[in-house]
């Protein structure tokens, strides 16, 4: 599986989420993902690999199941 934009996924240990918002053109990297984190004490943007290697340990999740981060 690789990440793809405009889904949620789950971290099945950590139980963190992702939402994949979009691809970025950076100055050292070149095209990078980004994506939205929650479920831990704060809410951030990071960068995620677009690889099978990056996802190990994330399951697809629901809209609903991501939004409830946010209650």
């Known amino acids: 599986m690789k990440f793809e934009v405009g889904k949620y996924y789950m971290h099945t240990g950590s139980k963190s989420y992702l939402a994949v ?3 970025l053109e950076t100055t050292l990297y070149g ?4 994506a939205e984190q929650a479920g ?6 990071i960068p995620v690999g677009n690889d ?3 996802t190990v340990g994330y399951a697809e999740c629901s809209k609903e199941e991501w939004m409830s981060n946010f209650s």
């Open 40 to 45: 831990r004490n704060d809410h951030r943007f």
């Open 21 to 23: 918002l979009g691809v």
């Open 31 to 34: 095209k990078a993902m980004i």
């Open 52 to 54: 099978e290697d990056s």
